[in-house]
């Protein structure tokens, strides 16, 4: 069960906006997990996808006079495209307008209504469009949504109610019993206190407009949004329709979201899925929010940053890179054009990018390019392979526990040991003295095996680096195909390989940003 395929997810976003370095921070942090894990040799299903129903959607699609659908069509395109931008590896992309997914949501609703679980009511009460939440009038701050801080409309309809005041109990002693089921634990601690606090039924169908999935057994209703969204994460590997992918599939290992739709997942999802006697998902993470030179992201600031701005001018990888090391995924962080541009030059272009050149550069001088025999290790090679063998598990074990800033600390760590020992064992010098070819063979060999096992740390994150140093290094077939743990074994490089001086992997940049000056 879930042991066979690896299954990680992203939220599915709402259509009404494009996405922004908020939103792309939960898919990049998936992809990295996933691309990992497929380094490892597990097959991994990455999902992310669209939430396309909902008031807010429809009221979008309004405003532009348009219909839902065609407003929902026009807008995809520009998660598919950012994702590409992005080298985003998902297996599958859903939308919540699509037949296989409204489907697995019939069947699902059907299930929980045959169980008992669900009742037809009458909802009496506040609701926040833009987050698409029913609140009660002691959660409003200030008569506003708590989350949003946007004005509640005031609703009155006949709803259909899911029974999640009976699954209180054995969500909150499931989340009780597996401390690693909610990350991480400061939120877990308040996911505790609000089940504790007691929970309501929760309306999952709405009367007032029709942009939803038809509720099979009552025309008159279309599925809450969120009722909806949630299924998506089954939707996707066919329960109720193919048994044996859901199976195989089933439970997701991660769900990971962002921190203000953590209840929706730890309470509400939990609860779904007891009611259906489904497994439960391995782990649920929420990860902090990023602010913008110290402010919340807005329209109305104008202070939206899009990932394609940063691209084009630092690169793919130096994006990757930036936001899994600046930030500690379980908090808050400050994006900075300043911090982006400083940390560029110093770990990208300087530590790693020089790195890479000047070794190249030294096998080509004096060694035509040619990887050279390792020849019998010193003191200092086995320092060197003893560091990149430290680096190598803590970078695993912190990326397993989403601490990505962490493992590229300690990647850098051992990018700064591949520095000290080409700068100690000074090639330069070795070159100058005939007597010396076996000692400037070893530390050439050494340098290159160096950097062979920071391509393949930092593949994860950063691909099409990994791949690039792969390539110069002149290693056959593409990093994709080198097998984790096996291929990181000190000394798996061959001699002999051609090696070649690529373009810099991050040319230095001159000119600090505006805000750094
Ligand atoms: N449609 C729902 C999710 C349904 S999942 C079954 C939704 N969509 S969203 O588009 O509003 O947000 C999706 C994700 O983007 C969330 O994980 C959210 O935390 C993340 N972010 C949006 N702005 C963000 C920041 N400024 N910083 C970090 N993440 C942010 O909610």
Not at 246 to 257: G, I, K, Q, Y
Request: aromatic share 12%; glycine share 6%; proline share 5%.
């Amino acid at each position: 069960m879930g042991d066979d395929v690896f299954y990680i997810t992203t939220p599915i976003y709402y259509v009404n906006d494009v996405p922004h370095i908020g939103t792309a921070y939960t898919t990049l942090a998936a992809d990295v997990v996933a691309r990992f894990k497929r380094q490892q040799g597990r097959e991994v299903f990455f999902l992310t996808g669209v939430d396309e129903h909902g008031q807010k959607v429809a009221l979008a699609a309004a405003e532009k006079n348009e219909s839902p659908q065609a407003w929902v069509d026009s807008i995809v395109s520009h998660f598919t495209d950012t994702w590409e931008l992005l080298n985003i590896s998902n297996d599958d992309f859903i939308r919540t307008t699509q037949n296989r997914h409204a489907k697995v949501a019939q069947i699902f609703i059907e299930r929980l209504k045959e169980k008992g679980d669900v009742y037809l009511g009458s909802y009496e009460g506040w609701y926040c469009v833009h987050d698409e939440t029913f609140l009660l009038s002691s959660q409003l701050t200030e008569g506003a949504c708590p989350e949003c801080r946007r004005p509640v409309d005031w609703v009155k309809e006949e709803n259909y109610f899911f029974r999640l005041s009976k699954y209180a109990e054995p969500v909150l002693k499931y989340i009780e019993d597996h401390p690693d089921f909610v990350q991480p634990e400061s939120r877990r601690n308040e996911v505790v206190s609000f089940i504790k606090s007691g929970l309501e039924d929760q309306s999952i169908t709405r009367t007032s407009f029709t942009w939803g999935i038809p509720c099979p057994f009552d025309a008159r209703h279309v599925m809450y949004v969120w009722f909806d969204a949630l299924l998506n994460y089954l939707s996707a590997v066919d329960y109720g329709t193919d048994d044996a992918r859901f199976e195989r599939t089933w439970p997701a290992n991660w769900h990971l979201m962002g921190k203000e739709i953590l209840r929706f997942h730890a309470v509400i999802w939990p609860a779904m899925l007891m009611a259906a006697d489904l497994p439960m998902p391995e782990h649920i993470f929420a990860h902090g929010w990023l602010t913008v030179e110290g402010k919340k992201m807005s329209k109305s600031l104008g202070n939206v940053v899009r990932p394609d701005v940063i691209v084009d001018e630092y690169g793919v990888d130096a994006y990757r890179y930036y936001f899994m090391r600046e930030f500690s995924f379980g908090v808050d962080g400050n994006f900075s054009m300043r911090t982006l541009f400083t940390r560029y030059n110093a770990d990208l272009a300087n530590d790693l990018g020089n790195l890479e050149s000047r070794v190249l550069t030294m096998v080509s001088k004096y060694r035509e390019g040619l990887v050279p025999e390792p020849g019998e290790p010193g003191d200092e090679e086995l320092v060197l392979r003893q560091r990149a063998e430290a680096a190598l598990a803590a970078a695993t074990a912190s990326i397993e526990a989403l601490a990505f800033n962490e493992a590229l600390a300690e990647i850098w760590e051992f990018v700064h040991a591949v520095n000290r020992y080409v700068d100690v064992s000074a090639p330069w010098a070795l070159a100058k003295d005939e007597a010396l070819r076996v000692d400037l063979d070893r530390v050439l060999y050494n340098s290159i095996e160096g950097l062979r096992q920071i391509a393949l740390m930092i593949y994860p994150y950063m691909p099409s680096s990994a791949g690039k140093i792969w390539e110069h290094i002149g290693i056959e077939g593409p990093i994709t195909s080198a097998a984790m743990p096996e291929a990181g074994s000190w000394g798996g490089l061959a001699s002999g390989l051609k090696t070649a001086r690529g373009d810099a992997l991050f040319p230095r940049k001159m000119e600090a940003p505006a805000e750094a000056t």
